[in-house]
């Protein structure tokens, strides 16, 4: 049995009021398959399986939980996927916004010359679990991400003048004017991170199980 995980599009302003609809039973899943099995294409041939937990953990304000995830089977490939909630990237507990947000916070404090990834630390929430070593390597993920979604993110916002930096302040900077364009000049980070998934059909950080498999497998 095969596990894919599809990114979960959803108007909840967070993964938690998410996981107080999921919960409650408020969630109708109906709509997500109305056009088919998101594997085969088919209709009704999906069955709702039992859902697993994952801890997620937002950082601005400061929440964390587990949240359960919503795993369905494809009856005709005899393949499990999941839906994800965009607010979460795959393999990471940690919300999609928290992790922008806190390399952004990074980038102020390095661009202001008051410290690297240690001061960035300091300054994030006191309950939180992040490092200095996690922060550089959210760096490295945010800005994969941010690269990969270039060409569906400039489909609706000017971001020629925005060029790929190589070492880690250039990289700090690059994410820096991402943010600060889509802040300026389009919609929202939260709105944006939604809208890109919507276009793409991908989540913006982070890779799913199924192209795991297929890096590995090259």
Known sequence: MQWIQLVYDNSFSSVFEYEEAFRTGKIDWEPVLRGGCPLCGER?????ISPYM??????????????????????SLIRTFSLLPYQLAPYHAYTVESMILAVVLWAEIHAAGDGGAGAAV????????????LLRSW???????????????????ELTDIR???????????VSRYVRRLGSRGPPLREAIQRYIRQSKRHLLGIPSQERRRLSAG
Request: with cysteine; hydrophobic share 40%; net charge neutral.
């Open 44 to 48: 009704g041939c999906c069955r709702r």
């Open 122 to 133: 300091e300054e994030l929430p006191g309950d939180c679990e992040v490092t200095p070593w």
């Open 54 to 75: 994952r801890r997620a953990v937002a950082l601005f304000p400061y929440c964390e939980g587990m949240v359960p995830i919503a795993r369905f089977q494809c009856r």
């Open 139 to 157: 760096l490295g993920i945010v800005i994969v991400g941010l690269r990969r979604a270039h060409s569906v993110l400039c489909t609706w916002i």
């Open 164 to 174: 790929s930096g190589e070492d880690t302040a250039e990289k700090l900077g690059e």
